[in-house]
Nanobody
Framework: QVQLVESGGGLVQPGGSLRLSCAAS????????VAWYRQAPGKQRELVAA???????NYADSVKGRFTISRDNAKNMVYLQMNSLKPGDTAVYYC???????????????WGHGTQVTVSS
């Protein structure tokens, strides 16, 4: 069993930055792929960024060049650095982990409860 807890969300003005954190417990975290998904009101949950156990990364086109996903296996943590935030980035952000990256892309695996990010002036 894997437990994931997100933190770092909040209210930020357009153009601002936030860093989200995902703390994992209950497994050998270093072998897991991890992703950040987001879900805005009335929209489907969408992949924002993913990182494999070997630290290969993948990003949604809408966040490329603005967001960076990283991991610290020694601390069982994954981060999402979000810069140049836009109102369209407003959503609940979820941490997702699975033993295989393919499971991540199918929205399988383990989920946290999410953290709200609101970008507004």
């Amino acid at each position: 069993q894997v437990q994931l807890v997100e933190s770092g969300g909040g209210l930020v003005q357009p153009g601002g930055s936030l860093r989200l954190s995902c703390a994992a417990s209950g497994t050998i975290f270093s072998i897991y792929a991890v992703a950040w998904y987001r879900q805005a009101p009335g929209k489907q949950r969408e992949l924002v960024a993913a990182i494999t156990s070997s630290a290969s990364t993948n990003y949604a086109d809408s966040v490329k060049g603005r967001f960076t996903i990283s991991r610290d296996n020694a601390k069982n943590m994954v981060y999402l650095q979000m810069n140049s935030l836009k109102p369209g980035d407003t959503a609940v952000y979820y941490c997702n982990a699975a033993a295989q990256i393919a499971t991540i892309y199918k929205k399988g695996g383990y989920w946290g409860h999410g953290t709200q990010v609101t970008v507004s002036s």
